[in-house]
């Protein structure tokens, strides 16, 4: 057969990037070159603000701007972009999007791509070493438990008004950190609006030792939670354990989550550890 008839060996050569995830992990694959747009939420590399053309919100998308870039794949992530992909396959794109939920996943998602641009052994090191650290923050974990210390229960809010709990790769990770899920049935649940709290006061039922905060596209604001009605009794809020974590370094499922999110965590839990002998 002739190779030509082929097309062009080595996977897509300009992609589209609709969240953050997917342009951070291409970054750390040193594969950016094949990077032709991404999403204007993108902070993780920083550098990639300054050399991309930002083409895309979360729920939006600036069709022609994509369309101009010329795209031979466009990534995007879960429900949320559904109506983009929809729009962006019948106006003749290839689209691909990915739905990871979990730790397992998103580390599944990480080896998929790495190998759909020919660096699947550059992945495969890269996602060794998160699973490295990850086993050592577990071994640091045990380590406590071994002196008698316990899982700080931890409440963890996505969005404010209304109330919604963390996301299912979430809830691992602070498992993984040594922290206990207030509300491990909801984490179950993949979509957001699933995962709202109709009553407020069951949080406060739960009593949570550790309250964090990653309030999407906004700053977390400790003194509006530790001002509900009824919350003053909250240990969490007794004590002063209101955190943030941006949303950038652990909403985001892909590197950030398994490495900066569960780090932050981490020194979160091992605080409050060291504190409550």
Avoid at 28 to 49: D, F, M, N, Q
Avoid at 94 to 102: K, L, T
Avoid at 173 to 201: S, T
Wanted: net charge neutral; hydrophobic share 45%; proline share 6%.
């Amino acid at each position: 057969m002739n190779a030509g008839l082929l097309g062009m060996a080595g996977g897509p050569q300009r992609i589209v990037c609709l969240t953050e995830e997917t342009t951070e992990w291409l970054y750390l694959l040193g594969e950016e070159r094949r990077i032709a747009g991404i999403s204007g939420y993108t902070v993780r590399p920083r550098r990639a603000r300054d050399e991309k053309p930002k083409v895309s919100a979360f729920t939006s998308a600036k069709l022609d701007k994509i369309l101009a870039l010329e795209p031979d794949l466009v990534l995007g992530f879960s429900d949320m972009q559904a109506d983009i992909a929809a729009a962006l396959i019948r106006a003749g794109l290839p689209v691909m999007v990915f739905n990871q939920r979990s730790v397992a996943q998103i580390a599944d998602m990480l080896a998929q791509l790495a190998a759909l641009v020919g660096a699947a052994e550059r992945g495969q090191a890269l996602l060794l070493q998160f699973e490295e650290r990850l086993a050592l923050i577990q071994k640091a974990v045990q380590a406590q438990f071994a002196l008698g210390k316990r899982r700080p229960r931890i409440y963890f809010e996505e969005w404010d008004e209304p109330p919604i709990s963390g996301i299912r790769w979430v809830s691992e990770l602070i498992g993984i950190a040594g922290g206990e899920d207030v509300f491990p049935e909801l984490a179950a649940q993949p979509l957001g609006k699933d995962r709202i709290i109709a009553n407020p006061l069951e949080i406060v039922r739960r009593a949570p030792d550790i309250i964090v905060g990653s309030w999407c596209g906004k700053k977390f604001r400790p003194e509006k939670v530790a001002a509900r009605p009824g919350w003053q009794d909250v240990p969490a809020v007794r004590h002063g354990q209101l955190f943030e974590i941006k949303s950038a370094d652990i909403l985001q499922p892909g590197p950030a989550a398994l490495t900066d999110g569960v780090e932050q965590l981490h020194r979160i839990v091992t605080q409050w550890m060291d504190a409550h002998g």
